[in-house]
């Protein structure tokens, strides 16, 4: 399970460790190896259910999805949990967003860490550099996390997708892409779908979990269209009465959420071989946790989750030595 999140001091705290521990290498390599160590300890500290599942890719792969979490970790951190001001997270979104800037025109990683550039962001840069990601991708992310701080409804499911979705999740989903790899050059369009599709089923069934902490953020992530189909034109979960037709409301979304998934699953063999067992455990892990908001009878004032055991059960017993190595190690 993942530990209480960190104070903002405690993420500026760690910034100058592993700045400071990346500037006594002299190589790149070696300094994103640095680097990568941290970024593990900030994706086991948060997530548990990704954290295990990416421990069956390969280990080139599994440095880079680290360095990955940890570049997206942070920006949703400043707008989710920091206890600042909104014009606080707005200066940390753009402080962030003109490293990430600073970092791609460096071109290599020991020059960009020299500067002020947050390490994270630098090895993260870095990384679409090395994979040609489109550099627009996280742009299009940090669009997503600055629209937290001034979130408005939205009137469909195109709205949703087309507006936030596909920053704050769907191409995170191609950052993925680009380090798994496909089956074939012909393949990769297919995996960039399957990606996308698995990162709107994701992004819903997170949205399902958390509608009450999101209310309290000031967030509404349910089309308007679909509320008012069920009876909701003014969205106040903490009416009583609303509460019994949001339940409604839940269950189509869980279908599509599980639509999306289904898609993904199909077009998983798009993805290279040594990736997938990591990428169909997250899809089988996120169904399981969209079939128990379904069938949850506990309300939105409930956050439901998956045991542990059930997070195994889609990855293969004969390597489970793997997640208690990954603990262990420091």
């Known amino acids: 399970m993942a530990e209480q999140e960190w104070t903002l001091d405690e993420w500026k705290m760690l910034e100058k460790t592993v700045s400071r521990d990346a500037a006594k290498c002299s190589s790149d390599h070696l300094a994103r190896q640095t680097i990568n160590r941290h970024a593990r300890h900030v994706m086991r500290h948060y997530t548990t259910g990704f954290f295990i599942v990416s421990r069956f890719l390969p280990k080139v792969k599994r440095d880079d999805v680290e360095l990955i979490y940890a570049a997206v970790r942070y920006p949703d951190e400043v707008v989710d949990t920091f206890d600042i001001r909104d014009d606080e997270k707005r200066e940390l979104i753009a402080e962030w967003r003109n490293g990430y800037k600073d970092a791609l025109q460096s071109g290599n990683l020991l020059p960009t860490l ?119 034109t003014q969205f106040n979960p903490s009416d009583e009465q609303q509460q019994e037709q949001l339940r409604p409301v839940v269950k189509e979304m869980t279908q599509l959420a599980d639509d999306f998934y289904e898609k993904s699953f199909q077009t998983l063999n798009a993805f290279h071989p040594d990736s997938r067992i990591a990428i169909k455990a997250c899809i089988d892990v996120y169904r399981m946790l969209n079939t128990r908001i379904a069938d949850s009878d506990l309300g939105i004032h409930h956050r439901e989750s998956v045991p542990l055991l059930e997070k195994l059960k889609p990855l293969p017993a004969s390597k489970f030595w793997r997640i208690p190595l990954a603990y262990l190690l420091p």
């Open 114 to 232: 020299k500067g002020n550039t947050p390490p994270f962001v630098a090895a993260f840069a870095d990384l679409v550099q090395r994979h040609d990601i489109p550099v627009v991708y996280y742009e299009s992310f940090l669009d997503a996390m600055q629209f937290d701080i001034s979130p408005r409804p939205f009137e469909t499911m195109d709205d949703l997708i087309d507006g936030y979705i596909y920053g704050s999740a769907i191409v995170v989903g191609y950052f993925l892409t680009h380090v798994y790899g496909a089956s074939s050059p012909d393949a990769f369009d297919d995996a960039m779908q399957s990606a996308k599709n698995l990162g709107i089923g994701l992004q819903l069934t997170n949205f399902l979990r958390d509608i009450q902490d999101d209310a309290g953020r000031g967030r509404v992530y349910l089309p308007t269209n679909i509320l008012e189909a069920h009876g909701i």
